[in-house]
């Protein structure tokens, strides 16, 4: 009798003790950078993680540029790594996939999903390509719709008097200037009529 409670409270034990955790840090981007994004997968990746990968990343509006395995972060202005790997229990499972993403070398998001202490839980048989594309947009919640943009140069009012413009001219310029945001816009219209 004793045997089979310490059985059964070891049993208890081994399923609260797994778990499956997944933690992002969304990407912080630079506006000025290009939407290219270089993949980099780790040595012995699976295609199907590529793809996934690859497809979600396109969907949020990155162009893509693939580097061999193991190639260094800091060879693209913006680039991501990953790996994934997968498990045997009763079905092929993906036990556990990291994304980096690196603007100059530099680590400026993560996501990370782990299921390898998921023992005995039944929730660890995912869709692989439904999460890759989950961790993709919780990663990039903005996508590449910020990207691409020059940096700002705002004209002070004595030398935009200095160059004789009327307040027209600049109002046209600033009408015809590409890829600002509404702030930046509604900053630039503020100080030209407060000339």
Request: with cysteine; proline share 1%.
């Given at each position: 009798m004793k045997l089979r409670h310490i059985g059964l409270a070891l049993a208890i034990a081994s399923m609260l003790g797994c778990s499956i955790k997944q933690t992002v840090d969304p990407a912080q981007l630079s506006p000025t950078l290009q939407p290219e994004?270089?993949?980099i997968a780790a040595p012995g990746v699976r295609e199907g993680f590529t793809h996934a990968y690859g497809a979600a990343l396109q969907s949020k509006g990155f162009t893509l540029r693939q580097l061999p395995a193991g190639s260094s972060p800091s060879r693209c202005p913006?680039?991501?790594t990953y790996?994934?790997?997968?498990?045997?229990?009763?079905?092929?499972?993906?036990?556990?996939?990291?994304?980096?993403?690196?603007?100059?070398?530099?680590?400026?998001?993560?996501?990370?999903?782990?299921?390898r202490s998921g023992g005995g839980r039944l929730d660890k048989f995912i869709?692989?390509?439904?999460?890759?594309?989950?961790l993709a947009?919780?990663?990039?919640?903005?996508?590449?719709?910020?990207?691409?943009q020059r940096p700002a140069v705002v004209a002070t009012s004595v030398s935009e008097a200095a160059t004789g413009r009327s307040r027209g001219e600049l109002?046209?310029?600033?009408?015809?200037?590409p890829g600002l945001?509404?702030?930046?816009?509604?900053?630039?219209?503020?100080?030209?009529?407060?000339?």
């Open positions: 994004i270089c993949m913006l680039s991501t790996t994934g790997t997968w498990r045997w229990d009763v079905a092929l499972y993906m036990r556990y996939a990291e994304i980096g993403v690196f603007e100059g070398g530099k680590r400026v998001g993560r996501a990370v999903y782990d299921a869709d692989a390509e439904s999460k890759i594309h989950e947009d919780e990663l990039f919640p903005n996508g590449a719709a910020l990207l691409g109002l046209q310029e600033l009408q015809d200037t945001s509404y702030e930046e816009y509604q900053r630039r219209y503020q100080a030209i009529m407060e000339q």
